[in-house]
């Protein structure tokens, strides 16, 4: 595998349902994010870590919690979700060097809450 | 004021014609500026950083960047359909909570034979 992989690559859950989105780096970065993309929205983000430390929750609603268990796997567990959660979400991954974000996405999981 | 902004298109040019897509950003202090092009139903692709005052060229594609403005644009050179996707300009802005990088909404671009 290269690259950043995700699983599932499509979903559609209940919205009593709990389910988790896996992510996997292949790059050897340091930093992994989570972000939301819904039609005609840019890009949200919700989670980022560095070095397995959640640095940054965008005010995200707590039916979405992320797990970094180690530098190359990131989850993000779903429970309870409502209609309005249903997106693209994506998975990315940098090598934080100074000012330099270049960020790789995966796939995505493209959501659907029924 | 948007943070990063984008006219959303969508921007019709011939195929082999150049393609301009512009960006405008509002944080002065940004030092790091990046495109990404996204087709319909797939995740953004990076296809070009740049982090200096000037043209940043590569293949068919050239980065300006014009930090006195807060505009960097993107410049695709004899146009391809293949080119035809969603390009995302992300900024690297100072928040509350540090740096993260910030998406426009996109420019749709479509080639036409």
């Known amino acids: 595998e290269t690259g950043v992989t995700q699983t599932p690559r499509h979903l559609v859950m209940g919205m009593t349902n709990k389910k988790s989105l896996k992510c996997e780096q292949h790059?050897?970065?340091?930093?992994m994010y989570w972000y939301k993309q819904s039609a005609k929205k840019p890009l949200e983000l919700m989670f980022v870590y560095s070095l397995e430390e959640r640095v940054e929750n965008n005010s995200v609603p707590s039916r979405f919690s992320p797990e970094c268990p180690n530098s190359s796997h990131l989850f993000l567990h779903l429970h309870t979700l409502q209609p309005e959660d249903s997106a693209l979400y994506l998975c990315?991954?940098?090598?934080?060097?100074?000012?330099?974000?270049?960020?790789?996405f995966g796939p995505g999981t493209r959501l659907t809450v029924t | 004021q948007k943070e990063v902004e984008q006219n959303s298109g969508p921007l019709s040019v011939p195929e082999g014609a150049i393609a301009s897509l512009n960006c405008t950003y509002s944080d002065r202090g940004s030092q790091s500026f990046f495109w990404y092009r996204q087709y319909s139903g797939k995740s953004p692709e990076l296809i070009m950083s740049?982090?200096?005052?000037g043209d940043k060229e590569d293949g068919r594609f050239t980065a300006q960047l014009n930090k006195a403005s807060q505009y960097v644009s993107l410049l695709i050179r004899d146009s391809q359909p293949s080119d035809s996707a969603t390009y995302l300009c992300a900024v690297d802005i100072l928040t509350g909570g540090g740096n993260k990088l910030t998406f426009g909404t996109g420019t749709q671009l479509k080639v036409e034979l």
């Open positions: 790059l050897g970065h340091n930093a």
């Open positions: 990315a991954s940098s090598q934080h060097t100074g000012t330099s974000y270049e960020q790789y």
């Open positions: 740049i982090y200096s005052n």
